[in-house]
């Protein structure tokens, strides 16, 4: 989708597929000269904290290359079980939806640490 | 028939009671009757002769299977079965514990004096019987007292539990905007269900805000703050942006004094001013709608 990738987790997530992921996710960043990466784990619905531990790499990565990261979909048990092991994903950018993400990522969102609605004002005035 | 059944020692008390069921009943109902009269709670007299001949047809056929009394043991299935339903049964009428507990030391009665009578002639033997029917009655006895126990912590539970439904509305503010008005000490058990009550409504709702409002928590300790960052995180993931509203004076100096860090969340002092950052950040304002004439030159 332009500069942006879309990924979204069909099937649940063992390790290795979550390597491959972040292995492909980071050289397909290069390729496209992508800006934001969308994760859509709306089918997931187990997590376990080596998944949430990758999901934080992978946003890192991205950083790193210049993409932003939003996760969008994720579902309340899922979160429920982030919290519990310990894994906010403080780095990670969230949504509720794949809409909702995508609209963040137009937004020319800058700085991870801010969120879609303090950057919200900044965009209906400029 | 009983003189041959006395040298079996285990099953002569059965032997009585089936000769002698109809006198043991009569008696039995009779101290029941005279002794519901010093009772707080009346129950009916139909009910208590009912109830007697149930129990005392199925003790007499468990006391056959298993003359020692081994209340716990497939024998006295039946009879714990008919127990705890007469238990319940009298509880629902008003009668505490011991009240039921007695229905069941009032059979004693009836029985040793059957005893007494049966075995006249072997002080002994009275002696021994006696400490076996006082054996076994006080067991049922005390089962009553277990089952009344039990029925309430029963009650207790399903309470809690609806207690638990009750205090954790999500309530929608407006288009994007719940509130959560937390009512009450936030343990860990309460924060899971308002955790997910919130989550499964921001999913449902498409909420982009979530207002928590704890101006019904009493206290704060480092542990409710825990719980309450928590669901801020777990919100947070879900893609909707949190604000902790209604913090009491009070509360916010044990906040700092606990050297408890909020972290980013927003926080608020009241509901209204968590409402109007949400609809701020929302895009949305409120205005004054121009005053209709009539009352505009009224004031």
Same mark, same amino acid.
């Given at each position: 989708?332009?500069?942006?990738?879309?990924?979204?987790?069909?099937?649940?997530?063992?390790?290795?597929?979550?390597?491959?992921?972040?292995?492909?996710?980071?050289?397909?960043?290069?390729?496209?000269?992508?800006?934001?990466?969308?994760?859509?784990?709306?089918?997931?619905?187990?997590?376990?904290?080596?998944?949430?531990?990758?999901?934080?790499?992978?946003?890192?990565?991205?950083?790193?290359?210049?993409?932003?990261?939003?996760v969008v979909g994720m579902?309340?048990?899922?979160?429920?079980?982030?919290?519990?092991?310990?894994?906010?994903?403080?780095?990670?950018?969230?949504?509720?939806?794949?809409?909702?993400?995508?609209?963040?990522?137009?937004?020319?969102?800058?700085?991870?640490?801010?969120?879609?609605?303090?950057?919200?004002?900044?965009?209906?005035?400029? | 028939?009983?003189?041959?059944?006395?040298?079996?020692? +285990?099953?002569?008390?059965?032997?009585?009671?089936?000769?002698?069921?109809?006198?043991?009943?009569?008696?039995?109902?009779?101290?029941?009757?005279? #002794?519901?009269?010093?009772?707080?709670?009346?129950?009916?007299?139909?009910?208590?002769?009912?109830?007697?001949?149930?129990?005392?047809?199925?003790?007499?056929?468990?006391?056959?299977?298993?003359?020692?009394?081994?209340?716990?043991?497939?024998?006295?299935?039946?009879?714990?079965?008919?127990?705890? #339903?007469?238990?319940?049964?009298q509880a629902s009428q008003?009668?505490?514990?011991?009240?039921?507990?007695?229905?069941?030391?009032?059979?004693?009665?009836?029985?040793?004096?059957?005893?007494?009578?049966?075995?006249?002639?072997?002080?002994?033997?009275?002696?021994?019987?006696?400490?076996?029917?006082?054996?076994?009655?006080?067991?049922?006895?005390?089962?009553?007292? #277990?089952?009344?126990?039990?029925?309430?912590?029963?009650?207790?539970?399903?309470?809690?539990?609806?207690?638990?439904?009750?205090?954790?509305?999500?309530?929608?503010?407006?288009?994007?905007?719940?509130?959560?008005?937390?009512?009450?000490?936030?343990?860990?058990?309460?924060?899971?269900?308002?955790?997910?009550?919130?989550?499964?409504?921001?999913?449902?709702?498409?909420?982009?805000?979530?207002?928590?409002?704890?101006?019904?928590?009493?206290?704060? #300790?480092?542990?409710?703050?825990?719980?309450?960052?928590?669901?801020?995180?777990?919100?947070?993931?879900?893609?909707?942006?949190?604000?902790?509203?209604?913090?009491?004076?009070?509360?916010?100096?044990?906040?700092?004094?606990?050297?408890?860090?909020?972290?980013?969340?927003?926080?608020?002092?009241?509901?209204?001013?968590?409402?109007?950052?949400?609809?701020?950040?929302?895009?949305?304002?409120?205005?004054?709608?121009?005053?209709?004439?009539? +009352? +505009?030159?009224?004031?």
């Amino acid at each position: 989708m332009g500069e942006f990738l879309l990924v979204t987790v069909q099937v649940d997530m063992h390790d290795r597929l979550a390597m491959a992921l972040q292995d492909d996710l980071t050289e397909r960043i290069v390729a496209n000269h992508a800006r934001g990466v969308l994760i859509d784990i709306s089918a997931l619905d187990v997590v376990d904290s080596f998944i949430g531990r990758m999901l934080g790499n992978i946003a890192s990565m991205s950083r790193v290359l210049d993409a932003e990261t939003v996760v969008v979909g994720m579902r309340p048990a899922v979160a429920i079980t982030l919290v519990e092991l310990g894994l906010a994903l403080p780095g990670i950018r969230t949504a509720l939806s794949v809409e909702r993400g995508m609209q963040m990522l137009r937004s020319g969102i800058s700085g991870h640490q801010r969120s879609v609605f303090e950057t919200g004002p900044d965009d209906r005035q400029s | 028939m009983e003189k041959s059944k006395i040298d079996t020692n +285990s099953n002569s008390l059965a032997a009585l009671l089936a000769g002698n069921e109809a006198a043991v009943l009569e008696r039995w109902r009779s101290s029941l009757v005279s #002794d519901n009269g010093s009772r707080r709670s009346g129950i009916r007299e139909a009910d208590l002769n009912r109830q007697s001949g149930e129990f005392l047809a199925a003790f007499r056929a468990a006391i056959e299977r298993d003359a020692a009394g081994n209340i716990q043991g497939s024998a006295w299935d039946q009879t714990r079965g008919i127990l705890s #339903d007469i238990s319940r049964e009298q509880a629902s009428q008003g009668a505490t514990a011991s009240e039921v507990a007695t229905f069941i030391f009032t059979l004693k009665e009836a029985l040793f004096g059957l005893v007494q009578i049966e075995f006249a002639d072997d002080p002994q033997r009275v002696a021994q019987e006696v400490w076996n029917v006082s054996r076994i009655l006080d067991r049922l006895g005390l089962l009553t007292t #277990d089952i009344a126990l039990k029925n309430r912590e029963e009650t207790i539970l399903r309470q809690q539990n609806e207690m638990l439904e009750l205090s954790t509305p999500v309530v929608k503010l407006w288009g994007g905007i719940l509130a959560l008005p937390l009512i009450g000490t936030l343990d860990s058990e309460r924060t899971q269900v308002v955790m997910e009550s919130l989550l499964d409504e921001i999913v449902r709702t498409e909420a982009a805000i979530a207002i928590i409002d704890i101006t019904g928590v009493p206290t704060v #300790d480092t542990l409710v703050a825990q719980h309450l960052l928590k669901t801020v995180a777990a919100a947070r993931l879900m893609g909707a942006e949190c604000i902790i509203s209604g913090i009491r004076p009070q509360i916010a100096s044990t906040i700092v004094h606990l050297g408890v860090d909020l972290g980013g969340v927003s926080t608020k002092a009241t509901l209204a001013d968590a409402f109007a950052m949400a609809l701020l950040r929302s895009g949305l304002g409120v205005c004054r709608i121009e005053a209709p004439r009539k +009352s +505009s030159s009224g004031q």
